[in-house]
């Protein structure tokens, strides 16, 4: 069945520390995102991707970073940068076909900073 | 851009009464029009869409939304709510190209038994 998988489920960072968040689609979406959530604010849009090799800055794009190396996968790294980076992250695709134009999402990483 | 307005951030109901959760968009040509519903810990799953045609949608697990160019509205309703249907609601829109997407704030649905 084809989908979106994230990994890890959680994952926990040190202070000044690194960490990447995985995303692979199997669905031959060309558009991908990253949404932060946190308790009462929605969905912000982190960074979106509409084809390979090229990505834009959504609303809240300070502190992270991505690439789009592939049409399958859209890692997300959260830098050291990123000052509240304790949140829940979902990754979603789409694929502008005029049929299926609802976004799908992954079940989420939940990312705690110690 | 777009704007996405959920009016109450939490909603309650009894147990098999009528479940209404309430969404306003801005725009000045309807956009696509969807809801979505979220378990604790997941991932948001779709219940229903609007792209166009008939403007009642039906969705999954009983739940149906009105479309209404006038009112700039897209309101949830179940006529019965169940206990599984406690969780998180977003009302969302995406332009034409389908590829920038806006969400609401979310409404937090609780049942009461």
């Known amino acids: 069945d084809g989908g979106i998988t994230q990994s890890p489920k959680y994952l926990f960072r040190k202070e000044g520390q690194n960490v990447t968040l995985s995303c692979e689609q199997n669905l031959n979406h060309d558009a991908m995102y990253w949404y932060r959530q946190d308790p009462g604010q929605g969905l912000r849009l982190i960074y979106y991707s509409q084809i390979v090799n090229d990505f834009q800055k959504g609303d809240i794009a300070e502190g992270y970073s991505v690439s789009r190396e592939k049409k399958e996968s859209f890692p997300l790294t959260v830098t050291s940068a990123q000052k509240n980076p304790t949140a829940f992250y979902l990754c979603a695709s789409t694929g502008g076909n005029s049929r299926r134009v609802e976004a799908f999402f992954g079940q989420g990483t939940r990312l705690t900073v110690v | 851009a777009q704007s996405v307005t959920q009016l109450g951030s939490h909603v309650s109901v009894s147990e098999g009464a009528l479940v209404l959760l309430r969404c306003n968009y801005s725009s000045s040509v309807p956009p696509y029009l969807f809801w979505y519903v979220q378990y604790p810990n997941q991932g948001l799953q779709l219940l229903l869409k609007?792209?166009?045609?008939?403007?009642l949608v039906k969705g999954i697990n009983g739940f149906e939304a009105e479309f209404k160019k006038s009112e700039t509205s897209f309101h949830l309703t179940k006529p019965s709510a169940h206990m599984s249907d406690a969780a998180e609601y977003f009302c969302a829109v995406s332009d034409l190209t389908g590829n920038q997407f806006y969400f609401g704030t979310g409404t937090s649905l609780t049942v009461i038994p």
């Open positions: 609007y792209t166009t045609g008939a403007t």
